[in-house]
């Protein structure tokens, strides 16, 4: 596609008198353009940078990042709406009101998560997810939903279940035992360990991809080898496991811990009002039924007392008689 020098000025907000200005008479006609228009774009040939502006196609740019991920270009992705819409139809049942927003809120980003193009599930990742999940429907009001609600929302985005518990449990199962330190060896890739090779893998790609669930399984590891749970001191020991360890941007990760120990604050507490409301209702059921227990006693006192009388009453009428 060619376009007139005169046509991509007009279209550029420059006249070519202008550009004249800028210009020596006797320059030659490739180097005319003042340096204030060299730039990437506005370079000394205008014409040919627009065509091959023009030209572009997506996935087929000649980078790294299109050799790897350029056979992606133009596939269709789900919304989140429809992953939502799925996970409705797999649960068959309306979620507790309480939990709609935090049910949303996890459909939409485990969604965004699995279908960005980078995404690559780990053992780590799958740890992760099982311990959101886990924290977040502990609680849940009927425990078989709060399953339901689990399976259905892996199914929605794609994941197999099963898969994602076996690697979660055969990922913990390997950190029972172990130390700090040797979480933080088999993050620098020390090792042939399941978690050795997962840091390894990140290492040499480019183009890995941090999830928030990933941070939340660091987090669960945290947990088992014995690190204090505190916010403060995950904060230092994320920035190490991401940053120094794994050499990845670790500022994400660090808040995203923060925000899994705000998020487990708040349901502690949510733990503990429900507890409250469950013994203070017990507590009034009780109290009613004490207090139908004490009103059927006092009938059943009327009625014997009625029953004397009657009988007293049959035994003057026959004395009489």
């Not at 997962?198 to 040499?204: L, Q, Y």
Request: aromatic share 8%; charged share 30%; net charge negative.
């Amino acid at each position: 596609m060619k376009f007139s020098r005169s046509l991509i000025l007009s279209i550029l907000g420059f006249s070519p008198a202008a550009i004249v200005a800028f210009t020596s008479p006797s320059a030659p006609k490739q180097a005319r353009l003042s340096p204030v228009f060299d730039t990437p774009f506005f370079t000394s040939d205008i014409e040919t940078s627009l065509d091959r502006e023009l030209g572009y196609k997506p996935g087929k740019a000649d980078t790294e990042f299109a050799r790897k991920f350029g056979h992606l270009a133009g596939q269709k992705i789900r919304t989140v709406g429809e992953a939502f819409e799925e996970f409705t139809k797999i649960l068959g049942t309306p979620v507790n009101a309480l939990y709609k927003g935090i049910a949303t809120d996890l459909v939409g980003s485990l969604h965004l998560v699995v279908v960005n193009g980078r995404f690559q599930k780990d053992a780590v990742f799958s740890l992760g997810l099982v311990q959101s999940l886990n924290l977040v429907l502990k609680n849940y009001p009927e425990p078989e939903t709060g399953k339901r609600i689990k399976s259905a929302l892996i199914q929605s985005v794609g994941l197999d279940e099963d898969e994602i518990n076996a690697e979660a449990a055969e990922l913990e199962a390997w950190a029972q035992g172990k130390t700090k330190d040797e979480i933080t060896a088999a993050l620098k890739g020390e090792g042939d360990s399941p978690l050795a090779q997962i840091a390894k893998a990140a290492k040499d790609d480019q183009w890995w991809m941090y999830s928030r669930f990933f941070g939340i399984g660091l987090v669960r590891l945290m947990e088992v080898v014995g690190v204090e749970v505190d916010m403060s001191v995950a904060y230092d020991v994320m920035e190490e496991w991401v940053g120094k360890c794994m050499e990845k941007p670790f500022y994400t990760a660090c808040s995203d811990s923060d925000l899994y120990f705000k998020t487990k604050g708040k349901l502690d507490m949510m733990e503990t009002m429900m507890k409250e409301i469950e013994i203070r209702e017990k507590k009034r059921m009780a109290d009613r039924l004490e207090a139908k227990a004490e009103m059927a006693l006092l009938q059943a006192e009327k009625d014997a007392k009625l029953q004397e009388e009657i009988a007293k009453e049959g035994t003057k009428t026959e004395t009489v008689a």
